[in-house]
């Protein structure tokens, strides 16, 4: 009986696996890549609306409505969550590094 769980257990670790994958790999067909020059404002061309950005790498100057500005560093916790997720409002933003 101990045997048939473990063998239970085992499949679903492995069908868990394969489903996250198949998601991953379905989620990065509509990514898409971009680099952004230096002191230039990434979503001037390209509205931040309706879309999950994420800063991978470099550093991003975010000035908010009320003048107080942030920089976003690739790579720290924070750049691990999309750009206005939480309704944030920011203009303009400049890249400050490579990216």
């Keep these: 009986m101990r045997d048939q769980s473990e063998r239970r257990d085992a499949e679903s670790v492995r069908t868990h696996r394969i489903t996250a994958r198949a998601r991953l790999n379905d989620l990065a067909g509509h990514c898409q890549l971009e680099t952004i020059g230096r002191n230039s404002d990434p979503f001037l ?3 931040i609306a309706g879309q999950a950005v994420y800063l991978l790498r470099g550093e991003l100057a975010l000035t908010y409505p009320d003048g107080t500005s942030k920089v976003l560093v690739g790579g720290s916790e924070r750049s691990k969550y999309p750009l206005a997720q939480r309704g944030e ?6 890249r400050r590094s490579r990216m």
């Design 45 to 47: 061309v390209r509205s």
């Design 89 to 94: 409002v920011f203009h303009p933003a400049r």
